[in-house]
């Protein structure tokens, strides 16, 4: 069963989302196997560490991500459950 947003949901997400920096932290989360480490995602980009801090952390505010602590690293996984709920509110839009 898909989990309904509501539309505060939507709007968080779509915020979150709207920024190309974050859309790569999610393609290249999305693209791996397992979880991925902070350092990692971080690696990919030439922002300071606040800024990638704070793309990361609206991305979990929005339940986009879930992130998991391992020590003194964090790794990250998507939250399928939430990023097919919003896919699906989206393609129900009648345009």
Do not use: W
Not at 10 to 33: F, H, N, T
Not at 53 to 67: E, F, N, P, V
Request: glycine share 2%.
């Amino acid at each position: 069963m898909i989990k309904t947003l509501d539309i505060k949901q939507v709007e968080k997400i779509s915020k979150a989302l709207g920024d190309p920096y974050r859309l790569k932290i999610m393609k290249i989360i999305s693209e791996s196997q397992s979880c991925v480490q902070c350092c990692d995602v971080s690696a990919e980009f030439n922002l300071a560490q606040s800024t990638m801090s704070h793309h990361i952390k609206q991305l979990i505010d929005a339940d986009l991500l879930i992130a998991e602590k391992e020590g003194r690293n964090l790794k990250f996984v998507i939250n399928k459950e939430v990023c097919n709920a919003y896919a699906s509110y989206i393609s129900n839009l009648s345009l």
